[in-house]
């Protein structure tokens, strides 16, 4: 074989015209066209395997491989999906003659087979992809299974990838180089392209990907050192705001005899805190220098930050060696943390250590019970109706475990076939029950795995102070609900030296912050020691599945298709409680300036969607519970016989509902039903007097079902403490209307809860049929669901997404009014001659789409209005309030409030907790807060103006913190957090 620049290039085109030459034989025209999958086909399928057969130690190329050498030497078209190959047959012979024979010698296939003494491992092309002698190669995914042997053998060669990213494109005479995702229009400039900054870069972030511990490496004889280099490579400074620092690097050959040329010094990705520079200007791509045996090279790397944060940046040092030119290179990390007083006062305490966990927990085969809590109050409301226990069947615990995919190994192969089949039903009135059954199942089972990750082991647990017949244990994420334990739930423990016969079960107390207060037999008691150790395994409260469960079957048994199956044909057929052209004596006089409130408002209090629900939806701001409340007063007043349940999914939800109803509603006809396990404390104190707290014995208390049907009109809870009246068994037809806030972040099933066994659909009893409302946006968060599997089968969607989303159904959106509009940012439409149609498409009967928005600036609503809301929201803000702080010089740009500030900063862990936080945004978050209150010239803002919102407990407690700092916050600063 020819040793000459051209080797590699001749050696592929061989193979290439045996390839063009084993076509012509099988009497295929490569002039004529050919479909470039065939092709592959054959080449991989058919001539690959011949030649390897008749020389077995041949290196073979990729069928890509082949076509880029053609594309060089010849003319290749690619049109409307098929390959056209012109060869001259002079220029195939002209090759040919530079080759011994058409198939190489046993002697030329030493030069193609891979040299496995010395694999090529290293990250970057060489800078001509032909200007080097051919070496022996490893794949990449080929990487991890050679690692180990190279680091044995200490070689630490230039990793070459391959020319899979040299893909010929379909699009015509172009060259694409996937790995830049770029195309060129011939091979020369693909070949420019192969030799600039922007593929060296990219094949740098594509090996670190893959083989960051090699990247790092110390190489070829060079060096890299620097006083403040860490063992993983990473270069650390520290340095705090508009201070500069520099710091030398070292480049040394310690080679004997080898000259290595320093090629190239590229930062990864632009940030202008780093900046690097160097005599030669090799950093600025504009040099080269020759390291002789034993030079040194120094590159000064500076640092100017501007703001606080944590900047990372990956660095290449690229070498060539020897007179091919070699090139291989040599990764650095430079990090640098720009801190202030409040970062470092943040700090982690101590490091994160990851919680043991307990991959298979056997479960005692004796369980001893422990100190059940103390009778809480009169629990006189009665039981009628049993909440059974709803255990997973195995069969279908089976088929989630097999990913709910038929498999031929599997046990009851028909019973899970049946299952599959069920699933992928479309849901019906038949089928709603035993479909969302089997989806609380399949979450249940997620749950399980979940809660185990909790599960602790050489956990202490210490006496309390207040009762010595409780432990105390500290459970990390507590205050997060990682894990969710509750008052009265249960955990499981066993010493650790313990043989397994014996598991001690604790009743939660109490719940503090990070502790949970646990109470035990007194034969634990009495053996407990100080620091003795013990395994502990959570468990989850599975009332509210059970509750979903019985809401589901309930469903199915009361006749209840008319309301969760709603046609055109069944809706709006019990005729109307009231006349729409009657006046409604408004409680919120504001309302009336709102068409669309007003119009739910009234359609609610006709009931003109009977059977079916009344959907109330808009955007966030836009006034739904307003509306809502507005229509629970009105027909608390209109019909004094009714009997009203307003429900939310959460307690600060069912609160706010409560609060508002009182501004008009008399304390003695309201009742707020709490669940027995809620702290007193986190109730608002507008409200207490309607609770069922007992102040008098300090306990909660649930009446009887009587003395809630006399002396109640409205009752508000929570959806699932709304299962409590459930089980009370009240007589058919006593809640005539039943209201669900927020209902778009609730599980259909979990909606159900209210509706099933409450909600009496008939029309011709004493008050006439019963009416559901449901108010929330689908266009928000839903409900968090753990069950990829119940996801995927719908169980996340709400039951008021299903209503919407519904093709041609009662409350989908008429087509010729389904029109983007342009977006509306003028004042209060109802100032404007009053033409706003309020029903926006929609059957105003059973929905209503509310679009004024009371909250927020143009600018904040543009995006969603676009993307959700069809561009049919209205600014309805209060002007100077919205635009009190557009003026404002904080602001990057002016009567624009919105600041997207970017913190490099990093989420950090300690001790066991699993919460995050992260003291760079937090000191930006309080420097905003200070310049706000600091703000002159324009409204004053006070504490009450500004809110603070993080996802993780950690990052609050960070905050407060804060307090601690009197250098840099005074304490009024401060009161703003809270």
Not at 36 to 45: A, F, M, P, V
Not at 74 to 97: C, I, L, P, Q, W
Not at 386 to 406: D, E, Q, W
Request: charged share 25%.
């Amino acid at each position: 074989m020819p040793e000459n620049n051209h080797s590699e290039t001749f050696t592929k085109l061989s193979i290439a015209i045996d390839f063009i030459d084993f076509l012509t034989e099988r009497n295929i025209n490569i002039e004529a066209g050919n479909d470039k999958e065939t092709l592959r086909s054959l080449y991989l399928n058919e001539f690959k395997p011949l030649v390897q057969l008749a020389h077995p130690r041949c290196k073979m190329f990729s069928f890509s491989q082949v076509f880029y050498c053609l594309s060089t030497q010849y003319t290749v078209r690619y049109d409307e999906g098929k390959v056209f190959v012109h060869v001259a047959e002079n220029s195939m012979t002209k090759h040919r003659s530079k080759m011994a024979a058409r198939f190489p010698t046993e002697s030329q296939h030493a030069e193609c087979e891979v040299d496995q003494s010395e694999p090529d491992l290293g990250a970057t092309r060489s800078r001509s992809r032909r200007g080097r002698k051919k070496k022996g190669k490893v794949a990449v995914d080929q990487f991890i299974a050679t690692n180990t042997a190279m680091k044995k053998a200490g070689v630490s060669k230039q990793f070459q990838i391959e020319d899979e990213f040299i893909e010929y494109s379909k699009d015509g005479m172009t060259y694409r180089c996937d790995l830049c995702e770029i195309a060129k229009g011939d091979a020369h400039e693909l070949e420019t392209h192969l030799r600039g900054k922007r593929h060296r870069v990219q094949q740098l972030i594509f090996c670190l990907s893959k083989h960051r511990d090699y990247m790092i490496q110390d190489k070829e004889n060079i060096q890299i050192t620097c006083e403040h280099t860490l063992d993983d490579g990473t270069i650390c400074l520290e340095t705090v705001e508009e201070e500069t620092k520099k710091t030398v690097i070292n480049i040394k050959n310690t080679s004997k005899e080898e000259t290595i040329t320093f090629e190239h010094c590229e930062m990864l990705k632009s940030l202008r805190v780093f900046k690097l520079t160097d005599a030669h200007q090799v950093c600025d791509s504009l040099g080269k220098v020759a390291l002789k045996p034993g030079d040194q090279y120094q590159v000064t790397f500076t640092v100017h930050a501007k703001n606080t944060g944590r900047f990372k940046i990956p660095t290449g040092f690229q070498f060539s060696i020897g007179p091919d030119r070699e090139i291989f290179t040599i990764v650095r990390y430079f990090s640098v943390t720009c801190t202030d007083s409040v970062i470092r006062e943040l700090q982690p305490t101590s490091p994160y250590e990851r919680p043991s966990r307990v991959a298979v927990y056997t479960d005692s085969s004796k369980i001893i019970d422990g100190l059940r809590l103390p009778q809480e109050g009169d629990a006189g409301l009665e039981r009628a109706i049993s909440l059974g226990i709803y255990y997973i069947p195995f069969k279908l615990r089976s088929a989630v475990n097999h990913g709910f995919v038929y498999s031929p190994d599997v046990k009851d192969k028909e019973d899970i076939l049946q299952l599959i089949e069920t699933m992928k039903q479309k849901l019906s009135e038949f089928n709603h029950a035993k479909r969302f059954s089997m989806m609380l199942h399949m979450e249940e089972v997620q749950m399980e795995v979940d809660i185990k990750k909790y599960d602790m082991e050489g956990a202490v647990m210490t006496p309390c102070k207040d009762n010595p017949r409780l432990l105390s244990l500290k459970v990390p994420g507590l205050a997060e609900n990682r894990p969710s334990v509750l008052r009265g739930d249960c955990l499981f423990v066993q010493p650790v030296n313990q043989s397994g016969e014996y598991e001690y079960k604790g009743y939660v107390h109490h719940v503090g912050l990070n502790d949970v207060f646990l109470g035990f037999d007194k034969k634990l008691m009495d053996k407990f020691l100080k620091n003795m150790k013990f395994k502990v395994r959570f468990t989850f409260n599975r009332l509210p599945l059970r509750l979903q469960h019985r809401a589901c079957e309930l469903a199915s048994r009361s006749s209840l298709n008319d309301l969760l199956f709603p046609t055109a044909v069944s809706a709006s057929t019990w005729g109307t409680l009231r006349s729409l052209d009657d006046s409604l004596k408004l409680k919120n006089e504001l309302i009336g300036n709102n068409e669309e409130q007003l119009d739910a408002v009234c359609h609610i209090v006709s009931g003109t969607s009977r059977p079916a629900p009344y959907l109330v939806f808009g955007p966030p701001g836009t006034g739904k519970t307003v509306t809502i409340v507005e229509a629970i007063k009105q027909i608390f007043f209109c019909f004094p016989n009714s009997h009203i349940l307003a429900c939310a999914p959460s307690n600060s939800a069912a609160d706010l509902i409560a609060s508002r109803l009182l501004d008009h509603i008399p304390k003695k006809q309201m009742f707020r039903l709490n669940a027995f396990s809620r702290q007193w404390t986190t109730v608002p104190d507008k409200i207490r007097e309607c609770c069922n707290f007992d102040k008098s014995t300090r306990k909660w208390y649930y009446p009887q079902r009587q003395e809630l049907m006399d002396n109640y009109r409205i009752i508000v809870c929570t959806l699932v403490t709304s299962g409590r009246l459930v089980s009370a068994n009240f007589p058919p037809g006593h809640f005539t209307h039943v209201f669900v806030d927020e209902a778009g972040h609730a599980m259909e099933p979990e909606c159900l809860i209210p509706v099933a066994g409450l909600l009496h659909l008939d029309p011709g009893s004493e008050v006439t049929g019963g009416q559901l409302v449901l108010a929330g946006d689908p266009k928000q968060l839903g409900s968090v669901l753990q069950s990829p599997l119940a996801i995927k089968f719908g169980l996340g969607k709400s039951l008021l997404e299903r209503y919407m989303t519904t093709k041609k159904g009662i409350y989908d959106r008429k087509k010729d009014t389904q029109l983007k509009q342009q977006p509306n940012h003028s004042e209060n439409k109802a100032n404007n001659n009053n033409e706003t149609n309020a029903s926006h498409g929609y059957n105003t009967k059973v929905l209503t789409k509310l679009v004024r928005n009371y909250r927020s600036h143009p600018a904040i609503l543009e995006v969603p209005n676009e993307l959700f809301y069809d561009n049919e929201l209205e600014v309805c803000a209060d002007k100077l309030d919205r635009e009190s702080l557009c003026q404002w010089e904080g602001l990057p740009k002016k009567d624009f409030p919105i600041i997207f500030h970017g913190v490099v900063g990093e989420d950090t862990r300690e001790e066991r907790s699993p919460s995050f936080f992260n003291p760079e945004e937090v000191s930006i978050v309080l420097r905003y807060v200070k310049k706000l209150m600091e703000a002159r010239g324009m409204t004053k803002i006070k504490e009450q103006h500004i809110g603070i919102i993080s996802p993780y407990r950690k990052q609050v407690l960070s905050i407060l913190l804060i307090r601690a700092i009197s250098l840099q916050f005074e304490p009024r600063f401060v009161k703003a957090l809270f």
